[in-house]
């Protein structure tokens, strides 16, 4: 038996023309269309213990409210296909909800605001998160001093 074999340019030109799919997002086998018609009771049963607790036992406070409201009067300025303004705050302890999906939030890291807009991976996480509040240590630099200065010298 004789079998064709392809030559190496069609085999590549067949595999580069497959187009990626991308995967749909469902958080906890939900889609995210249907994250957003849920009651808070539904929500707060696909969220994991800690943040369920937050959300039973206390509810939710006045600032974080005030907040949600604040996000809610970015996005319905910023029409259908523009960013929502940026609001900036110190909650660093929100849960991230359906709701606050695709805005941009500034969160307080102790020093300045991070810009982070919110995406649907984010979900169940805390703003917090994402805005780091120290400055990552480059080590194996050199420091005061270049060369031999670099080490300890008394006052």
Do not use: C, W
């Amino acid at each position: 038996m004789v079998r064709k074999v392809k030559s190496k340019k069609s085999l590549i030109s067949s595999v580069g023309s497959k187009k990626k799919a991308f995967k749909k997002f469902s958080f906890r086998g939900v889609d995210l269309k249907n994250l957003f018609d849920l009651t808070n009771e539904q929500l707060v049963k696909l969220l994991n213990a800690r943040a369920r607790r937050r959300f039973t036992v206390r509810g939710l406070q006045r600032k974080p409210l005030a907040f949600l409201k604040k996000l809610r009067k970015a996005k319905k300025e910023a029409g259908p296909e523009n960013k929502p303004e940026l609001v900036k705050t110190h909650l660093r302890n929100m849960i991230i909800i359906p709701e606050m999906i695709g805005s941009m939030v500034g969160v307080y890291n102790g020093k300045s605001f991070t810009a982070v807009e919110i995406k649907p991976e984010m979900l169940g996480h805390y703003l917090g998160e994402f805005s780091i509040t120290y400055k990552p240590v480059g080590h194996g630099r050199p420091g005061m001093f270049m060369g031999s200065n670099a080490r300890y010298t008394p006052l």
